[in-house]
């Protein structure tokens, strides 16, 4: 976004900032200006609540601190409630999964997607290059995967996982059923040692 804005590449590892760029979200400027020309801190929030898990879907304007549990009620419940859940606070590329609803709306929650969980049997790769397609950062997630498999260390830091921001993209599109975002998670941890 910075490169096609500014066409200013920032590089892996540095800020933003080091190239005099700041970049914010519509709702950090709201709370911005709110604490310069208010002097109010961020108390409120606007959120989403979805996915397949939510009995009604909604927008909320909530206070900061507000129990998700209580908002999903306010949703109308799960769709299915014999189903198990999985919880994602943020947005479906870099949302984190959550252990339960039992957690609180911090002022960085955009949203809190519900899905039911449903278990897909993992197959061979294919070989179908859709997780390169799909990469934003231009990575080879298969090559990483299988270099992470073999343990080749090596091997993992020349392919720059550290460039993977994580959005789950080549995980979503694999015909497979392959965790590879959960590879390249591996992947990190060695091009770091």
């Known amino acids: 976004m910075i490169k096609s804005a500014t066409g200013i590449e ?9 190239y005099g760029i700041m970049n914010f979200n519509v709702s950090t400027i709201v709370g911005l200006y709110k604490a310069i020309r208010y002097n109010m801190p961020v108390i409120k929030r606007n959120i989403t609540i979805n996915g397949d898990g939510v009995k009604y879907p909604h927008n909320f304007r909530v206070i900061v601190g507000s129990s998700i549990k209580e ?13 198990d859940k999985v919880f994602i606070m943020g947005g479906p590329m870099m949302g984190a999964s959550l252990p ?7 002022k960085t929650v955009t949203s809190v997607i519900v899905l039911n969980h449903k278990d897909y049997k993992e197959e ?10 799909s990469c934003p950062t231009h990575l080879e ?3 990483i995967m299988n270099a992470v498999k073999t343990l080749d260390k090596d091997r993992i830091k020349t392919l720059s996982p550290l ?10 599109v694999c015909p497979s059923k392959i965790k590879v975002t959960d590879y ?3 992947a990190k941890i060695f091009a770091k040692l």
């Open 163 to 172: 460039k993977c921001i994580e959005c789950g993209l080549c995980t979503y």
């Open 124 to 133: 061979p790769c294919v070989r179908c290059g859709s997780c390169v397609l």
């Open 10 to 18: 920032v590089k892996q590892g540095e800020l933003p900032s080091k």
């Open 100 to 106: 339960s609803d039992d957690c609180i709306i911090t």
């Open 184 to 186: 390249i998670r591996k």
């Open 71 to 83: 908002l999903l009620e306010k949703c109308g419940g799960y769709a299915d409630q014999d189903q």
């Open 141 to 143: 997630p298969v090559l």
